[in-house]
């Protein structure tokens, strides 16, 4: 993607050869501000409190945050260990550590290197799957519409749910997305600052419109993201997504998930994902104003589930496939 | 309800005996400021600009809009015209009107008077049938999850769908209340401060987690308001309505709307029932601070409509019924 002028990953290995720079989310869309991550600290620390976030990008800063542990001297448990307990429901973040268990203090970079080339390769492969299913509409323009931010930001490159849109955008397909602001975070706004940098038309609305749009016929699909997806296709995503699967559901809107395969977790079902409960200074504050007084309790879950059921496909770096067709289409990942 | 330690109503009339008091709901719930009606356009102004809001207070603001115009010198059908250009979507406002077309400058503060003890009166009844829908769930506590503000503030006094949870409160049921925020304008807000006032216990959530509350068997029942009802029971509420809806039919949460009959429109499709489009800076701005870059475009629909499938029984100043049965209940109204 292009930011000031120049095209950028969401991760780039810095001059240096031994840190990263990343774009730091947390203060995006507002500041465009690059932050140097030079250490397992650093690493760890940009995951938990969410200066990088988004399942596949999340991978990519903790495989870089093991080589510079290696590289530092730290064992390769203890660094796994600390990144694995950053954040518990994106799975991404726990393949990546995997892929990592047979690095080195001297091939730790390049792994990680690997680890984020191959995540672009996935997300442009699931851009070129999924631009058909944006194409076959025929509407001009087609209206789509996405929860959270599963683009550029969240993954290395091109993104998993913005990919298809990307491509589309490129091949002359005229679009229009719909963005859901997906409080408490506002990471909507994220979507909306990529779609905006890439010419992309686009609205943006508060969560609890989307089904009066669908209603209104006015969204010709869906399309989201996933931080894990059960063998089965159940799709644990941002919190708020079961609520718009519903509604496209009940109004015929076809609801898809872009899936790459790091984000398929094998061996769990969907009520053993663990969802994560963040602060609940999410919920009371925007941008630094008290919105929610004291006198209140909040909650705030970060995820919800939404049942194979309510998802009309998938789009993986393999093709698309209806939610029971994840382990044919990968056999060797699915007997692991 | 009680308000800096006195018993209060929404709007009261003032001293003078020629203006009203209502409380600037703009300003809530981080200023407690009362502010005083003198004129048509005062009242109308309050109308549009949300300083009152709520599908009843709307039609009490409304009738004594009528009156103080008509002590001035202003004739009926100018007075109605302003007024029910206002808000389009609450029937109450249209309700309201209609009541006051018999006054006369002498007759127009007692009859918007009697509109609004008459409010009081049915929401004690809406709270008095309801609470039998919440004390037979049986559990302790009972959670119940509510949708933007239809409570005290809303109304003249207790509320329609807050007056069951206020009556069982008061009654000694253990009750947890789940407030969603309710973007764009957070009525939510409004909620937990009156619940805070009445000590009810309360959790304020953003509108993405009713839906995983609900998976997670933590909602026992939704009651909510609703701004204007068919003959056959869609029921037009506050966008977002819709998808907390379809959740609690996909869990067996019982869905329950208080309706009092003048939110019923006899003479109206849930197709044709005009959606207010509101300023796109709700969704912009947050109390005054920038969330949405202007390189975005936004849409604000401010109701959606939820079909009476959806909605397990609607809760009247006459009693608890099934969608179908507005009709049998209210014959008189029905026919006319």
């Known amino acids: 993607m292009k930011v000031d002028g120049r095209w950028r990953r969401a991760i780039e290995l810095a001059d240096d050869g031994a840190s990263v720079i990343v774009l730091d989310q947390a203060r995006l869309p507002y500041d465009v501000a690059w932050m140097r991550l030079a250490s397992l600290d650093d690493a760890a620390r940009a995951i938990r409190d969410m200066h990088v976030r988004g399942a596949p990008l999340i991978g990519a800063v903790a495989a870089y945050g093991v080589a ?184 015929g809107v076809p609801f898809y998930v872009a899936v790459p395969s790091p984000s398929i977790d094998w061996h769990v079902s969907a009520e053993d994902i663990p969802i994560e409960e963040r602060s609940g200074d999410e919920v009371r504050r925007i941008r630094g104003v008290s919105v929610v007084l004291d006198a209140s309790a909040v909650a705030n879950p970060a995820f919800d589930i939404t049942p194979r059921g309510l998802v009309t496909a998938l789009i993986t770096e393999r093709g698309v496939v209806a939610p029971g067709g994840l382990a044919a289409l990968f056999p060797r990942e699915a007997a692991r």
């Open 68 to 251: 510079m542990a290696l590289r530092a001297g730290v064992a390769l448990d203890d660094a796994t260990t600390r990144l694995a307990a950053t954040r518990p429901t994106a799975v991404n973040l726990r393949w990546a550590l995997d892929e990592m268990r047979a690095a080195t203090a001297d091939t730790g970079f390049a792994i990680a290197a690997r680890i984020c080339d191959d995540d672009v390769w996935r997300c442009e492969q699931i851009g070129k799957h999924g631009v058909d299913l944006i194409r076959e509409v025929g509407r001009r323009p087609v209206n789509i519409l996405t929860h959270c931010n599963a683009g550029w930001l969240a993954t290395v490159d091109w993104g998993t749910a913005l990919a298809p849109i990307y491509k589309a955008h490129e091949d002359g397909v005229a679009l229009h997305v719909w963005v859901d602001e997906t409080r408490p975070r506002n990471q909507g706004l994220l979507t909306a600052w990529e779609l905006a940098a890439h010419g992309v038309p686009h609205t943006v609305i508060a969560d609890n419109a989307g089904g009066f749009l669908m209603q209104q016929g006015k969204v010709d699909l869906c399309i989201v993201g996933t931080d894990r997806t059960t063998r089965e296709g159940d799709v644990c995503n941002k919190i708020g997504t079961y609520l718009k699967a519903l509604a496209a559901h009940a109004n």
